[in-house]
């Protein structure tokens, strides 16, 4: 049974940071593409990035150049490095093993003064 478990979410002011983590259970970041996504009240759950289990990233354009993605295989954890938040980052986020319906939890980022 996968799990992952997200933390990291919080209250930020606008042009602040955050760094998200999904830790998963057993080896599966280093195998698999892991994959961010959020969901905003009243919005339909959208696709912020992922990483390949070779490293390659991609991103939605709405997040390119401001949020990075990477991972510990050691610590089983993707990260979502967040800068330069915006309002309208403002959203419930959750990591996936890319292609399956294991998601984790979510995690609350609110982006406000």
């Known amino acids: 049974q996968v799990q992952l478990v997200e933390s990291g979410g919080g209250l930020v002011q606008p042009g602040g940071s955050l760094r998200l983590s999904c830790a998963a259970s057993g080896s599966i970041v280093s195998w698999n593409t892991m994959g961010w996504y959020r969901q905003a009240p009243g919005k339909q759950r959208e696709w912020v990035g992922d990483?390949?289990?070779?490293?390659?990233?991609g991103y939605a354009g709405s997040v390119k150049g401001r949020f990075t993605i990477s991972r510990d295989n050691a610590k089983n954890t993707v990260y979502l490095q967040m800068v330069s938040l915006k309002p309208e980052d403002t959203a419930v986020y959750y990591c996936r093993l890319t292609g399956t319906n294991y998601w984790g939890q979510g995690t609350q980022v609110t982006v406000s003064s």
């Open positions: 990483i390949t289990s070779g490293g390659t990233t």
